[in-house]
């Protein structure tokens, strides 16, 4: 069975440009969440996806990040206008379970997108 | 204060060796905890789920002290391939967000 997958591996864009990341979770997976783990620090929550609905999205940093999830399959992420700080790896996690039982079930990451804003 | 600390080693061990990791969370009301393992440059990948009783899966063995708000992880028999970033992970009870704490890199040497 494929994991997540997140496309591309790595970007590199000047500051004030957009990048979109992209996010397959696992088949089958309601579950899906954004993290990013910037230089030094640890990996923090950005949002969750249930299906297509925004569950919590609390951990966004601002309004220049916008995640979708249409039809509760792929999601994206996008990043306009980027700038230095958001430079980090973002990850993205898929889980079964629903409601309490998702805070309780493995969440399966994919590899990363590797953003570097100059 | 962060949500999840851990020391942030580096652990140097010979192959062999017991070691033992400690992690504390901030929030009393936090539900579920995991350890999970990173290589370098990789996905953060799940190692184990922590249990109120303690739980173990061969040379590894994670504890829980809710009343002391930590958590632990031994290993046992350390081999090279243990070599990694161990993540402390929590869940709070609000069920959807993880939080992380920034990770105890262990290296192994033979």
């Known amino acids: 069975e494929a994991g997540v997958t997140q496309f591309p591996s790595h970007s590199v864009i000047e500051k004030g440009q957009t990048v979109t990341l992209r996010c397959d979770p696992i088949s089958g997976h309601d579950n899906l969440y954004w993290y990013r783990r910037v230089m030094g620090k640890e990996i923090k929550f950005l949002l969750h996806?249930?299906?297509?609905?925004?569950?919590?999205e609390s951990g966004m940093p601002n309004n220049r990040f916008l995640a979708e999830r249409t039809g509760g399959t792929y999601s994206t992420l996008k990043v306009q206008p980027a700038e230095l700080e958001d430079s980090g790896v973002y990850f993205c996690a898929s889980s079964q379970g629903y409601k309490k039982l998702a805070g309780r079930s493995e969440q399966f990451f994919g590899p990363g997108t590797r953003l570097t804003v100059l | 204060r962060k949500e999840v600390e851990q020391d942030p080693g580096p652990f140097n061990v010979p192959e062999g060796a017991t070691v033992a990791f400690n992690c504390t969370y901030s929030n009393s009301a936090s539900q579920s905890f995991f350890w999970y393992r990173q290589d370098c440059r990789k996905e953060p990948k799940l190692l184990m789920s922590v249990y109120s009783s303690g739980n173990e899966d061969g040379r590894f063995t994670a504890q829980l002290n809710r009343a002391s708000q930590y958590i632990s992880l031994l290993i046992r028999d350390s081999k090279l391939s243990d070599s990694a970033t161990y993540l402390c992970v929590v869940n709070r009870g609000d069920f959807n967000k993880f939080y992380f704490g920034s990770g105890t890199k262990l290296n192994v040497k033979p």
């Open positions: 996806f249930v299906k297509e609905s925004k569950q919590d």
